[in-house]
């Protein structure tokens, strides 16, 4: 029997998404179920390997036919032991047997990535890349991450940390970061940066703005909030707006210049501001860019939403080749 199917899984703090697809990147069945990091996070990699042998059963679909499992998590992975540590969101504090586990309880091989890494891949392979060889993908959340692609695969570093943009410091000695740095770009863009350049923004105002009555009036504000304020003309809002671009088109002018893709894209929670942003962020990237990178690279907004880290998932296990012996 013709092996012609893999599983993405999408493993998130809240929801673990899940997708059967076609070798060429078709997704023919996909669920989710909730979460469970209670017992410290005991239950997730259980549930996962359940959820899996209940779907092929229900779909009447033979292992024979899978390719393997990909798929993306928070925290870092051991990409060569198939593990993962430090995924505090998911309540795992010590090292998990990921791949061990999951091979055993389904009988399939399984490569893990960086979640970041694989919505990466993702839209480079079925998204708003085209399935370009060389794409870097931003994702604006609550944090900024990131991942590289290069030559149709994704770039890990020496130490797996390679597409961490949210850490490239865009304003020396400026706000401090979780990470101990200061002055990065998530805290410039992400949904909390945002929110933190428009309290400063208001408290030296002096102006009139619907923002800065909000905010003095200890109005609850949100990202998303200052981007609506934004494109209804709010003057402070559009400060704002334009000071996050500034920073974000920068960065995306670093990385332009130091890896020269073809395409920059933008997706997150932050992106749902759309072109408004964008056009935006452009237009500082075409400042900063060198000329060469500004030729070649084109920034796009993300297009796959939720779907993003499931599609890239499939492609590491179809990229991997992995099998169990």
Same mark, same amino acid.
């Given at each position: 029997?013709?092996?012609? +199917?893999?599983?993405?899984?999408?493993?998130?703090?809240? $929801?673990?998404? !899940?997708?059967?697809?076609?070798?060429?990147?078709?997704?023919?069945?996909?669920?989710?179920?909730?979460?469970?990091? &209670?017992?410290?996070?005991?239950?997730?990699?259980?549930?996962?390997?359940? #959820?899996?042998?209940?779907?092929?059963?229900?779909?009447?679909?033979?292992?024979?036919?899978?390719?393997?499992?990909?798929?993306?998590?928070?925290?870092? *992975?051991?990409?060569?032991?198939?593990?993962?540590?430090?995924? @505090?969101?998911?309540?795992? #504090?010590?090292?998990?047997?990921?791949?061990?586990?999951?091979?055993?309880?389904?009988?399939?091989?399984?490569?893990?990535?960086?979640?970041?890494? /694989?919505?990466?891949?993702?839209?480079?392979? +079925?998204?708003?890349?085209?399935?370009?060889?060389?794409?870097? !993908?931003?994702?604006?959340?609550?944090?900024?991450?990131?991942?590289?692609?290069?030559?149709?695969?994704?770039?890990?570093?020496?130490?797996?940390?390679?597409?961490?943009?949210?850490?490239?410091?865009?304003?020396?000695?400026? @706000?401090? /970061? $979780? /990470?101990?740095?200061?002055?990065?770009?998530?805290?410039?863009? #992400?949904? $909390?940066?945002? *929110?933190? &350049?428009?309290?400063?923004?208001?408290?030296? @105002?002096?102006?009139?703005?619907?923002?800065?009555?909000?905010?003095?009036?200890?109005?609850?504000?949100?990202?998303?909030?200052?981007?609506? &304020?934004?494109?209804?003309?709010? @003057?402070?809002?559009?400060? *704002?707006?334009?000071?996050?671009?500034?920073?974000?088109?920068?960065? /995306?002018?670093?990385?332009?210049?130091?890896?020269?893709?073809?395409?920059?894209?933008?997706?997150?929670?932050?992106?749902?501001?759309?072109?408004?942003?964008?056009?935006?962020?452009?237009?500082? !990237?075409?400042?900063?860019?060198?000329?060469?990178?500004?030729?070649?690279?084109? &920034?796009?907004?993300?297009?796959?939403?939720?779907?993003?880290?499931?599609?890239?998932?499939?492609?590491?296990?179809?990229? #991997?080749?992995?099998?169990?012996?």
């Amino acid at each position: 029997m013709a092996k012609d +199917k893999l599983i993405g899984v999408d493993l998130g703090g809240t $929801t673990i998404k !899940f997708a059967i697809l076609t070798q060429d990147g078709e997704i023919q069945q996909k669920w989710s179920i909730r979460t469970n990091i &209670l017992d410290e996070g005991s239950h997730i990699v259980p549930d996962i390997i359940d #959820s899996i042998n209940h779907h092929l059963d229900l779909f009447q679909l033979s292992t024979d036919r899978i390719i393997g499992i990909g798929m993306g998590t928070p925290g870092t *992975v051991d990409f060569d032991n198939g593990t993962v540590r430090a995924a @505090y969101n998911l309540n795992w #504090s010590g090292v998990q047997e990921v791949r061990a586990q999951i091979e055993a309880g389904t009988g399939l091989p399984l490569t893990l990535d960086n979640d970041a890494n /694989c919505a990466a891949l993702g839209e480079q392979w +079925k998204g708003a890349g085209d399935n370009e060889p060389d794409v870097d !993908f931003i994702t604006l959340g609550t944090g900024v991450g990131g991942g590289l692609v290069m030559n149709g695969k994704l770039v890990h570093g020496a130490a797996g940390s390679a597409g961490e943009i949210g850490h490239v410091v865009v304003e020396p000695d400026g @706000y401090q /970061c $979780t /990470c101990g740095n200061k002055g990065c770009l998530e805290q410039y863009a #992400s949904a $909390t940066g945002v *929110v933190h &350049l428009a309290q400063d923004a208001a408290e030296n @105002y002096v102006g009139k703005a619907r923002l800065k009555e909000m905010i003095d009036n200890g109005d609850e504000v949100t990202s998303k909030i200052v981007f609506d &304020l934004a494109k209804e003309g709010d @003057y402070l809002a559009n400060e *704002v707006v334009d000071e996050v671009a500034h920073y974000l088109g920068l960065a /995306c002018a670093n990385l332009a210049n130091i890896i020269n893709p073809t395409k920059i894209i933008i997706g997150g929670g932050v992106s749902a501001a759309g072109i408004f942003l964008l056009d935006r962020v452009n237009q500082s !990237f075409q400042k900063f860019a060198f000329s060469t990178a500004r030729e070649a690279t084109t &920034l796009k907004l993300a297009e796959l939403g939720n779907d993003a880290g499931a599609y890239g998932a499939a492609s590491i296990a179809l990229q #991997s080749g992995r099998t169990i012996d």
